[in-house]
């Protein structure tokens, strides 16, 4: 079911946030195009920032499941999919969604 898909951090505790917010994108909406950027390092002294980055990302995503939402369900799609991140110490997400072209 889409929305349902995520990657327990507890049993993938080496694997990068990055590779984590992919492998749930990917799981969750099987995407035509995915981009997945760690912005961290441009939030340096904002709230939320850590030293060790993996708190502010970018998403662009391209996928079917997007196919008569609007923006904002969109969103609420990719965030839903994204809580265990963002309760794991992610703090900031921009997403970028949108349904593949010549579909």
Same mark, same amino acid.
């Given at each position: 079911? $889409?929305?349902?898909?995520?990657? *327990?951090?507890? !049993? =993938? &505790?080496?694997? &990068? #946030?990055?590779? !984590? ?5 990917? *799981?969750?909406?099987? &995407? #035509?195009?995915?981009?997945?950027? *760690? +912005?961290? @390092?441009?939030?340096?002294? /904002? $709230?939320? /920032?850590? &030293?060790?980055? +993996?708190? @502010?990302?970018? $998403? ?16 609420? %799609? $990719? =965030? !839903? ?8 110490? %992610? @703090?900031?997400? #921009? ?9």
């Amino acid at each position: 079911m $889409v929305g349902s898909a995520s990657i *327990d951090k507890s !049993r =993938n &505790p080496g694997m &990068p #946030a990055k590779d !984590r917010i992919t492998q749930t994108l990917t *799981d969750a909406f099987r &995407p #035509a195009t995915l981009e997945v950027l *760690d +912005e961290s @390092h441009l939030h340096a002294g /904002h $709230v939320g /920032h850590r &030293p060790e980055g +993996e708190t @502010h990302f970018r $998403v662009r995503i391209a996928a079917e499941a997007f196919r008569g939402k609007s923006r904002v369900e969109a969103h609420r %799609m $990719v =965030n !839903r999919v994204l809580a265990g991140e963002f309760a794991g110490g %992610m @703090h900031a997400l #921009a997403i970028e969604a949108r349904v593949p072209e010549g579909g």
